[in-house]
């Protein structure tokens, strides 16, 4: 067995040879206290030499605290190169922190997922993905401590053992090795020796969409030392490299004691920025304008395509498949000088009566976001919803609710009418302010929730066409108006449609029939749809033209003056919606700018959503909508 401080050298050298840029920073910083990270790639180590990889990747108990040492030699050599420059201070803790990305360390055997960690992966490099569910406090931590021999004077380190919670149990006989030991039993601690450092304990779970059947997610604690405290918070997706190792769990009376894992996080990496993992090829880029070019003369033929592609198992219902792709796109935030921030995210609620296709959308759109969580009205409580606190290890600390944890994506509520009352007040604020404030157990803080609300709730009884909204669905004024579409479905009896709607469900069942061509022209699939949406997303900011406001501002108005019906929906917050909807479906369309077309088709949505409206007929009810063949010659603005 070779001594591990032979190695100090050559991981030095690299260190120095590659990596002298961060060197150069670290050592002009002016603080000497603080930990530095110094990030290396294991793919180019590897590369370089891989022998330090092996043994790295082997045995990382033993050799990361070698290259920690060889990266304050490293420091040392920089320092001595940069002595003309007076700003060069000597640190004492520098760690390097391994980034294997890109490395054949991303296999299955060293990657695995939470719910497959065993004993097998103890002692190596181990590398895992989740998303934190839970971030405590950060506590101070004893690192190391000096005892002397009260026989032979020497003095030597003790280290706290992780597994047995951080206690330090010393030596039953002098450790120091000489030709003669010693065997003195008396130790006395030598004054100003103890190195503290940082310390937090996360709780990482394995993200719900690469689960197997029947499978619960797991979870996994995590330790962060260092600069790596504080760097994610509850509801981020994580990669966490580091060594698994086990704690055994509190001493509780008549419980058995065991181990419980625990990775001590070597390197913590978000992916919230990577979050978007729709690769968009040129090539993908390159069809959406095709496409567009070849509807040139007639867009919103092309739009009907792109709709038809969204929940294809559900016949018609042109109306909520186009509030569903307005919603899951969304406008563009806006914040002023003072930093007030408008949302541009949409929130859609869908009012019918049973087997009118509620959650088979809610489903789909949660398909097509790509970070959505569905939930129930009566399953989730407040807590369930937002944050809650909880008592862990005696200390409270903050869990993240559906809401926070759908930040940045879509958040579904199916059975919106049956969540209990004190549960729709936290509600108010996630969709207007889009934040979360909370006071509980002596924590007060705000959470972000940039989150797109899509619920679905049954009328109460039948559904009354002259009563306003708010008392058919039991939901209160305030609530309805943060909804910027709400679209009615009832089952009228209607002897036309129901026959078309029963051949369109029988020829679904027909083996054999569909195509899977990849003709856009026809009828997207899933993948594309999710990228299109994506796509627009991120590269279009569309601005209102003067004609489209001219539309919007004079129906605004109209809908004011006419607000005797239904005032609960007639607020600023309608203007706000119709803005926000206009510039969704000018990026539907494929451009930058908001046309009176836009325009016209945000209000055709809010007039869908009024219950009696003077502009769309067969009185607001969605479900009867179908594709026209000839869109474009039956706009409005045809001329």
Same mark, same amino acid.
């Given at each position: 067995? !070779? ?26 910083? %002016? ?20 022998? &330090? ?24 050599? $920089? ?105 003195? *039993?008396? /130790?006395?601690?030598?004054?100003? *020796? ?13 993200? @719900? ?6 499978? $619960?997610?797991?979870? &996994? ?12 918070? +509850? ?5 966490? @490299? ?34 978007? !993992? ?12 095709? /496409? ?25 219902? /042109? ?7 307005? *919603? ?104 207007? =302010? ?22 679905? @709730? ?24 943060? /909804? ?7 089952? *009228?009896?209607? %002897? ?26 026809? $009828? ?27 539309? &919007? ?9 006419? +607000? ?11 203007? !706000?919606?119709?803005?926000?909807? +206009? =510039? ?56």
């Amino acid at each position: 067995m !070779e001594d591990p401080a032979n190695w100090k050298k050559p991981m030095a050298s690299y260190l120095v040879r590659y990596h002298s840029d961060q060197l150069r920073s670290i050592t002009s910083s %002016p603080d000497s206290n603080l930990h530095f990270p110094l990030y290396v790639d294991f793919a180019e180590l590897m590369e370089d030499d891989p022998r &330090i990889a092996r043994l790295l990747f082997a045995q990382p108990n033993t050799y990361l605290q070698v290259f920690d040492d060889a990266a304050l030699w490293a420091h040392k050599i $920089i320092l001595e190169d940069m002595a003309d420059d007076k700003n060069g201070i000597e640190k004492k803790f520098i760690h390097v922190r391994i980034n294997v990305s890109g490395s054949p360390l991303e296999c299955p055997e060293t990657f695995p997922s939470i719910g497959r960690v065993r004993v097998q992966h103890r002692g190596i490099l181990l590398t895992l993905k989740g998303i934190v569910i839970r971030s405590g406090a950060i506590k101070m931590h004893e690192g190391e401590r000096k005892y002397m021999c009260q026989k032979c004077k020497n003095s030597f380190t003790v280290y706290p053992e992780v597994e047995a919670r951080n206690s330090i149990s010393l030596p039953s006989i002098c450790p120091i090795q000489k030709s003669k030991p010693c065997g003195g *039993t008396k /130790f006395q601690y030598v004054e100003n *020796t103890i190195v503290c450092h940082d310390y937090q304990e996360i709780k990482v779970q394995e993200s @719900t969409q690469v689960l197997g059947v029947g499978a $619960i997610p797991r979870s &996994i604690l995590v330790i962060l030392k260092d600069d790596l405290v504080d760097v994610v918070k +509850a509801g981020d997706d994580v990669i966490v @490299t580091g060594l698994l190792t086990a704690k055994w769990s509190p001493e509780l009376k008549d419980v058995r004691c065991d181990l419980d894992p625990v990775l001590i996080a070597n390197n913590v990496r978000r992916i919230n920025e990577l979050k978007s !993992e729709i690769d968009i090829s040129d090539d993908i880029v390159m069809k959406f304008k095709q /496409f567009w070019v070849h509807f040139k003369d007639a867009p919103l033929k092309g739009r009907n395509a792109i709709l038809r592609g969204i929940c294809p198992q559900i016949f018609g219902l /042109f109306t909520v498949k186009l509030a569903v792709a307005l *919603t899951l796109i969304g406008g563009v935030q806006h914040v002023d000088a003072s930093g007030t921030r408008v949302r541009g995210e949409s929130h859609l609620l869908l009012v019918g009566d049973p087997g009118t296709g509620k959650s088979q959308f809610l489903k789909f759109a949660a398909k097509l976001s790509n970070r959505s969580v569905i939930t129930t009205g009566l399953g989730s409580t407040s807590a369930g919803l937002t944050v809650t606190a909880v008592k862990d290890g005696g200390e409270w600390m903050l869990e993240a609710g559906a809401l926070v944890l759908a930040d940045g994506g879509l958040c579904c509520i199916d059975e919106f009418d049956s969540m209990r009352e004190h549960d729709r007040a936290t509600i108010h604020e996630a969709m207007e =302010q889009q934040t979360i404030s909370v006071a509980k157990a002596g924590l007060v803080t705000t959470l972000s929730t940039r989150t797109t609300v899509f619920g679905a @709730t049954n009328p109460k009884g039948q559904y009354d066409p002259d009563q306003p909204l708010s008392v058919n669905t039991t939901l209160s004024g305030p609530l309805l108006s943060r /909804f910027d579409i709400v679209l009615v479905l009832l089952d *009228t009896k209607n %002897p036309e449609w129901d026959a078309v709607v029963s051949s369109h469900i029988l020829s679904e069942a027909e083996p054999d029939r569909t195509n899977n061509d990849e003709d856009l022209a026809n $009828i997207w699939p899933l993948s594309t749809l999710k990228r299109y949406i994506h796509y627009v997303k991120e590269t279009f900011r569309p601005v209102l033209t003067r004609e489209a406001e001219i539309v &919007i501002s004079s129906y605004y108005q109209l809908q004011r003056k006419s +607000a005797t019906h239904n005032a609960a929906r007639t607020t600023v917050r309608m203007l !706000e919606s119709l803005i926000r909807l +206009a =510039q969704a479906h000018a990026r539907l369309m494929f451009r930058n700018e908001v046309t009176r077309l836009d325009a016209i088709t945000a209000i055709l949505c809010i007039e869908s959503s009024m219950t009696t409206s003077a502009i769309v007929d067969s009185i607001g009810n969605a479900l009867h909508s179908n594709f026209t063949d000839n869109p474009d010659q039956e706009c409005i603005l045809a001329k």
